[in-house]
C-alpha cells in the first residue's frame, strides 16, 4: 500500500544565526530562528513523511522545550523520522519540495541539499526533488521576513 503525507514550515529570519537550508550551510546575513538548526526545507520534508504514516508532526516528536535537543541538525531529525517509518514497516519512495522566500538565491546549493536529504533518508538522489520561489514580494514572506517551505511524500508500506 502507498501512501503520501504533505508537510509546511516557516521561520522568521533572526540576526546571529546560520542559514541552514535542506543540510546545507547557506552563506547569508541572516539565520532563521528555532530551537533547532530552522532548517524550514528539511522540517516540511519530515512532517510530510510523518504525515504519511500517521504521525504526529516534528513538533511532537521533537519540542521547543526539550532542551536536550537545542541546536541539532534537522538531518538528524529527518534520519530520526526514518527511523519512526521503518518501525511502522514503511519506506520513503520519494519526497519533492518547494522553498518559499526572496532571498538568497538556492540554485547553487540544490544538488548538495538534495544528497544531504537522499543521504538521511537512505534515497537515491534521484527520488528527492527541490524548487525554489518566491512570493512575488506578497506578504511577510515577500518583504523578506521569512521563510517558508512545502513538501509533499510518498511511502510504502510492508
Avoid: W
Wanted: with cysteine; glycine share 14%.
Amino acid at each position: 500500500m502507498f501512501r503520501s503525507g504533505i508537510g509546511y514550515d516557516a521561520h522568521r529570519f533572526g540576526e546571529g544565526r546560520k542559514l541552514v537550508l535542506g543540510g546545507v550551510e547557506i552563506p547569508h546575513s541572516r539565520g532563521l530562528e528555532g530551537h533547532s538548526d530552522a532548517d524550514v526545507l528539511t522540517h516540511a520534508i519530515a512532517d510530510a513523511l510523518l504525515g504519511a504514516v500517521g504521525e504526529h508532526d516534528i513538533g511532537h516528536h521533537f519540542p521547543n522545550t526539550d532542551e536536550t535537543i537545542r541546536g541539532i541538525s534537522s538531518l538528524e531529525i529527518l534520519r530520526r523520522v526514518g527511523q519512526i517509518l521503518a518501525e511502522k514497516n514503511c519506506r520513503v519512495i520519494n519526497v519533492d519540495a518547494t522553498l518559499i522566500a526572496e532571498a538568497p538565491k538556492i540554485g547553487p546549493h540544490l544538488e548538495a541539499m538534495r544528497r544531504g536529504l537522499a543521504a538521511a533518508l537512505e534515497l537515491n538522489v534521484s527520488r528527492v526533488g527541490i524548487k525554489a520561489t518566491t512570493n512575488e514580494g506578497m506578504g511577510a514572506l515577500g518583504r523578506g521576513e521569512g521563510m517558508a517551505a512545502m513538501a509533499v511524500a510518498s511511502v510504502q508500506e510492508g
